[in-house]
């Protein structure tokens, strides 16, 4: 058995406290993708990229995009992935198509002009403005990129009558879950129609693609 997550990989991890259990995927290690110090996503860069799947039973489609409960988790491993009780099932490579990150607001410093409000598709500036902190909380609430430890992911699902589901909100973690998730992509000229890597600019797309395309038997 793998002794930590690989990319391309699907694992099984136990739901909250239940004997019941879930299936994820890592889209992504976050390392290989060389994130800068001043990167939106500097805060996860020793992160996995999980995706999480509805489904109870593992089929050859619990990761198609229609039966995707979570997609895109940054989990930071804290100690080994089998202390928490995951297990390792089996490798399902990663299309560059299927990548996909959160949703989220950074103010980001700048000189000359103070502070600006962003909102970000992963690595990529979706728009600019000037909210302050307090104007963003009383019209969206808080949502920025967080990530969460191994035993603190599989406390965030629970098993539901037919599907994995989720104990709480995720809104304040990604702006394609939030209540007002509609409003806030329109709002902020993000269309989630066109898949992530498209956006980005050929010499970053380049690591994503490198990052997903490293065969199994080399990792």
Known sequence: MPA??????????PIGKSRASGYCRVV???????????SQLA??????????????????E?????????DAAFVYRDGPWRNHGFEYVCDLPVAIDEVELPCTFLFRHYEKSGFKCQF???????????????????????????MTSAAGFTADYANGANAVRFVRSIG???????????EILRENNVDLSVPYCDLLPTARRLFYEQAVAVPAKSR
Request: neutral net charge; hydrophobic residues 35%; contains cysteine.
């Open 172 to 182: 304040h973690l990604d702006a394609r879950y939030h209540q007002h998730a509609a």
């Open 62 to 70: 619990s990761f198609d995009k229609g039966n995707l409960l979570h």
């Open 43 to 60: 805060l996860v860069r020793s992160c996995v990229l999980l995706q999480v799947s509805k489904q109870k039973k593992l089929t050859d």
């Open 28 to 38: 992504l290690e976050m390392k290989e993708l060389e994130l800068q110090p001043e």
């Open 120 to 146: 970000n598709r992963g690595e990529c500036l979706a728009s600019e403005s000037d909210l302050t902190h307090e104007e963003l909380h009383a019209k969206w609430g808080r949502c920025y990129v967080s």
């Open 4 to 13: 930590t997550m690989r990319t391309g990989q699907v694992w099984k991890f």
